[in-house]
């Protein structure tokens, strides 16, 4: 015994089955974020008035661009997420279509950007 009706099965409503899946990586993406924009904001205090020379330095260190690579990676495929869960809520059409892909591009544009300028300080 089904508890959908007729017209849901005919039309194939229901559950898509991936809205859990989003809403875990957003929420495991923003816990990733968490310690590391503390860390961020710590170190960034704790180098003060240090020189450009001495900002360079802690930027060719490994952890740092480690934890700087992760940093930019999570934080963009948060942003992501998050406007796209914003724009099939409230955009419709032809719309939502377009913007979700420039959303998308922009993302991975944004991204790419920040991880081969970090690659090319450290490197």
């Known amino acids: 015994m089904s ?42 205090a704790m180098l003060g008035d240090a020189s450009y020379e001495t900002v360079l330095a802690w930027l060719q260190t490994p952890y740092v661009a480690v934890l700087l690579i992760l940093l930019v990676a999570a934080t963009f495929y948060h942003t992501q997420l998050g406007l796209q869960v914003i724009v099939e809520d409230y955009v419709h059409g032809w719309l939502k279509i377009a913007t979700l892909i420039l959303i998308n591009f922009l993302c991975i544009v944004s991204a790419v950007a920040g991880i081969v300028a970090l690659l090319k300080i450290f490197l």
């Open 3 to 44: 508890l959908r009706t007729p017209l849901s099965e005919a039309k194939g409503l229901g559950s898509a089955k991936e809205g859990a899946g989003h809403w875990w990586l957003q929420r495991l993406t923003a816990i990733a974020l968490i310690p590391l924009v503390i860390w961020l904001a710590f170190a960034v």
